[in-house]
C-alpha cells in the first residue's frame, strides 16, 4: 500500500517521513548551496579587497572550478547512489559543504579561497546528484508534477530564506559593531551550523537502501559496467537528449541568477556610494519578491504538467525563459526596482524549466537506473554552469547584461528543438529508446 500527503501519493516502500525529510532538505541544501553564490560578492570584498572591475572574472572563476569537479564527480556519485544509497551520499555532501562553508571567509588569498572552495564544490556535487534522484524516486508516477512542483517551491523558499538571512546578517552584525571580516565569518559559520544539523536530519529520516521495481527484487543490482552504458545510450531517446539539453539550461540559468544578480546589485551599488553590505540589503527585496511569486507559478506549473504531454511543458518553459532573459537587455539595475517585473519573469521562467525538466526525466529513466541517468542529466547540468560562468564572468565584466542574453540564446535553442521533438511525437515518430531494465 502506498502513502500519500495531501494530494501527493508516494512510490511503494515511501513513508511519510522519508518524504518530509526530503522536503526539508529541499530547503536547506539548495538554500545553502545557493546561499554561497549570494554571499560571494561581499566576500570578495570585505576578506580579499578584490577590485569591483575583476569580481565577475573571479567569481565565474571560482563557479567553473566548482563545476569543474562537478562533471569529474557527478558521474561517478550518480553511480555511487544506485550501489549504497541515497542516505550516505546525502549525508556526505551535507558534511562537506558544511565545512567549506565554515572555512571559507578565512582564505588569506586567492588560492585559498579556490581550495577552500573546492571542498565545498565536493559537497556540492554530492548533493546536486542524490537531490535530483530522490525527485525521481519518491513519487508515485500520477502525483510525479506535484511532488516535483512541491520541491521547486520548497528550493524557491530555500533560496529565499538563505538570502534574507545571508544578505541582511552581514549589515546586523556591522551595525551592532563587528568588523566586516567578522561579521563574513559569523554569517559563514551560521550557515555551517545550519548544514551540521541538516546531516543528522538526513540520516535519521531519508530512506535507506537503492529503490527497487516490485518485480525485480530478486534480481542482482546492476554492475558499474552496465549503469554507465544505460547513461550513455539513454541519450538517443530524443525526449531524454532533450532532458538532458534542458538540464544544462536549468542549471546554468540557476547559477547565472544566483551569482550574478547580487553581484550586479554590488557593482551598480558601488556607483551609487553604497557599500557591499547596503547593495545587498538593498537587493534582498527583489529576490524575496521573484521567489514568492514563482513558487505560485512552480505549483500551478506543476499541475499543468501532469495534465498535459511532458514535451509540450518544455515548450512552454522555453519560450518563457527566453522572452524573460531577453528582457533583461532593459533593466539597467537590479537596485531599481521598476526592473521587479523582468527578474520576476526570469525567476519564474527558471524554477518552470526545472520542473519541467524533473518531470520529463523522472518520466522517461527506467527505475533500476535512474540513478545512473538522472547522475549523467546532472553531468550535462554541470557542462551547463562551466559554459555559464567560464563566459558569463568575463560578459560580466563587459556589460552586467551580458551573462542573462547568454541564457536568452540558450532558451532559443531548445525552445526550437522542443517543438521539434514534440511534433515528431506526435506523429508518432519519436520512439522510447529501449534501455535495459
Aim: hydrophobic share 50%; proline share 4%.
Amino acid at each position: 500500500m502506498t502513502e500519500k500527503i495531501g494530494p501527493i501519493f508516494l512510490a511503494k516502500g515511501i513513508s511519510k517521513t522519508n518524504a518530509l525529510t526530503y522536503f526539508y532538505a529541499c530547503f536547506i541544501c539548495i538554500g545553502i548551496l545557493a546561499g554561497m553564490n549570494f554571499v560571494q560578492g561581499y566576500i570578495l570584498t570585505v576578506v580579499l579587497d578584490i577590485p569591483m572591475g575583476g569580481q565577475g572574472t573571479v567569481t565565474g572563476n571560482l563557479a567553473f572550478l566548482q563545476e569543474i569537479i562537478a562533471i569529474l564527480l557527478i558521474g561517478p556519485f550518480g553511480i555511487l547512489c544506485d550501489r549504497i544509497g541515497r542516505k550516505p551520499v546525502f549525508v556526505t555532501g551535507t558534511l562537506l559543504i558544511s565545512f567549506g562553508l565554515a572555512i571559507y571567509p578565512y582564505a588569506s588569498n586567492l588560492t585559498e579561497l579556490f581550495i577552500f572552495r573546492s571542498i565545498f564544490a565536493i559537497g556540492a556535487a554530492c548533493l546536486s546528484c542524490v537531490l535530483a534522484i530522490v525527485v525521481g524516486d519518491y513519487p508515485a508516477e500520477k502525483s510525479r508534477g506535484k511532488f516535483v512542483s512541491v520541491h521547486s517551491i520548497l528550493n524557491a523558499f530555500g533560496v529565499l530564506g538563505f538570502a534574507i538571512v545571508l544578505g541582511n546578517l552581514p549589515s546586523i552584525l556591522e551595525s551592532n559593531g563587528y568588523e566586516a571580516i567578522d561579521a563574513a565569518k559569523t554569517t559563514m559559520l551560521t550557515a555551517a551550523i545550519v548544514g551540521l544539523i541538516s546531516a543528522f536530519i538526513f540520516y535519521k529520516g531519508l530512506k535507506g537502501g537503492v529503490p527497487e521495481d516490485s518485480e525485480e527484487v530478486a534480481q542482482s543490482k546492476p554492475g558499474t559496467k552496465e549503469l554507465i552504458s544505460v547513461g550513455l545510450k539513454s541519450i538517443v531517446n530524443p525526449k531524454i537528449a532533450l532532458a538532458y539539453g534542458a538540464t544544462f539550461l536549468a542549471r546554468a540559468d540557476v547559477s547565472i541568477n544566483g551569482l550574478f544578480i547580487s553581484q550586479w546589485a554590488i557593482t551598480s551599488g558601488y556607483a551609487m556610494g553604497l557599500s557591499p553590505s547596503e547593495s545587498i540589503g538593498k537587493v534582498v527585496p527583489v529576490i524575496v519578491a521573484t521567489n514568492l511569486i514563482s513558487m505560485f507559478w512552480a505549483y500551478l506549473f506543476g499541475v499543468i504538467i501532469d495534465r498535459i504531454d511532458r514535451v509540450h511543458a518544455m515548450v512552454i518553459a522555453m519560450g518563457m525563459g527566453f522572452v524573460s532573459y531577453g528582457l533583461v537587455f532593459f533593466v539597467d539595475s537590479p537596485l531599481n526596482y521598476s526592473n521587479l517585473p523582468i527578474f520576476i519573469l526570469i525567476s519564474c521562467s527558471a524554477i518552470g524549466t526545472v520542473i519541467a525538466t524533473a518531470s520529463l526525466i523522472g518520466q522517461e529513466a527506467p527505475l533500476r537506473q535512474r540513478g545512473t541517468v538522472i547522475g549523467f542529466s546532472s553531468f550535462f547540468g554541470a557542462i551547463g554552469i562551466l559554459v555559464a560562468t567560464a563566459i558569463g564572468g568575463r560578459l560580466f565584466d563587459l556589460s552586467p547584461m551580458g551573462p542573462f542574453l547568454l541564457i536568452a540564446s540558450i532558451n532559443a535553442l531548445l525552445f526550437i528543438a522542443s517543438i521539434i521533438i514534440s511534433i515528431k511525437s506526435s506523429n508518432g515518430i519519436s520512439k522510447k529508446s529501449s534501455l535495459p531494465e
